[in-house]
Nanobody
Framework: QVQLVESGGGLVQAGGSLRLSCTASGLTFSAYAMGWFRQVPGKEREFVAAISWGWSGGRTNYADSVKGRFTISRDNTENTVYLQMNSLKVEDTAVYYC?????????????????WGQGTQVTVSS
């Protein structure tokens, strides 16, 4: 069974940093683009960042709202994708989900991603 497990969420003050991790099992990790999405109550799940499939450095893609503050990276030897979040804002508060897209280029469409984790809560306080 494919499983994506997020970790690293928590409570942080505005301006602070968190690093999220997502470890995958049950799939050939390098063959999947990996994405991060987030969701708050009453709103649709929205794209945050993604990185293309493969063993190369990876093409990255970011939502405008996080560009310059968040960095996505992957370690294919550990089957893990990371989201480094700096300069956090209250509006970054959400449940953050990891997702996998077979042979994906790191797109922003959530319907392109076949597998999803259960999410990790990030709360940014003022």
């Amino acid at each position: 069974q494919v499983q994506l497990v997020e970790s690293g969420g928590g409570l942080v003050q505005a301006g602070g940093s968190l690093r999220l991790s997502c470890t995958a099992s049950g799939l050939t990790f390098s063959a999947y683009a990996m994405g991060w999405f987030r969701q708050v109550p009453g709103k649709e799940r929205e794209f945050v960042a993604a990185i293309s499939w493969g063993w190369s450095g990876g093409r990255t893609n970011y939502a405008d709202s996080v560009k310059g503050r968040f960095t996505i990276s992957r370690d294919n030897t550990e089957n893990t994708v990371y989201l480094q979040m700096n300069s956090l804002k209250v509006e970054d508060t959400a449940v953050y989900y990891c997702a996998a897209d077979l042979r994906g280029q790191g797109g922003s469409r959530k319907d392109s991603y076949e597998y999803w984790g259960q999410g990790t809560q990030v709360t940014v306080s003022s």
